[in-house]
């Protein structure tokens, strides 16, 4: 069964520092790109961040770039997303998604985790 | 960033009618590259249609994709109580960006 488990999410205070990780299982991970989606409860999709199969290519949304770090380690089948200089607008669950292309990105998730809840707040 | 507005925000009908739902960009979506989504209460998101009309694996085919350019829509025939659910639209010819999502609820 392919599986995505997140975990490291907790309660962080504004302008603090979090490390999510996300654990794959049941195909091939270092075929696929990995992504990052956010929810606030009750609310839409933010897609936050993406990287490449090799790790060699990172994307990064506007309202996270140059503050969230996305990494991976092929041989743990592990992904992580290192937060930095956190917000309140951060508070959110935090997906770790498959990438829909074998080899390449399509930008589009096929596979999700069950999320991993940052809040954020003093 | 290519905004996606989702019609109407909430959607009653019951099961086995049809349900027709509605995506729109406000500029144009390069290769059909838009995706649907089906969320429950409490699960994450399931892709539903990639490239804007292909079914993912396991998708029953009363649910079908289609539209251009600008407009998509998600159509689900022959409505079941599983469907009920909130459905988010999502391009990705630039950036990934979702729709806010239509909720699907039971009449």
């Known amino acids: 069964e392919v599986q995505l488990v997140e975990s490291g999410g907790i309660v962080a205070q504004p302008g603090g520092s979090l490390r999510l990780s996300c654990v794959a299982s049941?195909?091939?991970?270092?075929?696929?790109?990995i992504h990052w989606v956010r929810q606030v409860p009750g609310k839409g999709l933010e897609w936050v961040s993406l990287i490449s199969w090799d790790g060699v290519t990172t994307h990064y949304a506007d309202s996270v770039k140059g503050r969230f770090i996305i990494s991976r380690d092929n041989s743990k089948n592990s992904l992580y997303l290192e937060m930095n200089n956190l917000r309140a607008e951060d508070t959110a669950l935090y997906y770790c998604a498959k990438d829909g292309k074998w080899a390449a990105t399509s930008f589009y998730m096929d596979v999700w985790g069950r999320g991993t809840t940052v809040i954020v707040s003093s | 960033d290519t905004m996606l507005t989702q019609s109407p925000g909430t959607l009653s009908l019951s099961p086995g009618e049809r349900a027709t739902l509605s995506c729109r960009a406000s500029?144009?979506?390069?290769?059909?590259?838009l995706a649907w989504y089906q969320q429950k209460p409490g699960q994450a998101p399931r892709l539903l249609i990639f490239d804007a009309s292909r079914r993912a694996t396991g998708v029953p085919d009363r649910f079908s994709g289609g539209g251009s350019e600008t407009d998509f829509t998600l159509t689900i025939n022959r409505l079941e109580p599983e469907d009920f659910a909130v459905y988010y639209c999502q391009q990705y010819d630039t950036f990934p960006t979702f729709g806010q999502g239509t909720k699907l609820e039971i009449k």
């Open positions: 500029q144009s979506v390069r290769s059909s590259s």
């Open positions: 049941g195909f091939v991970f270092d075929d696929y790109a």
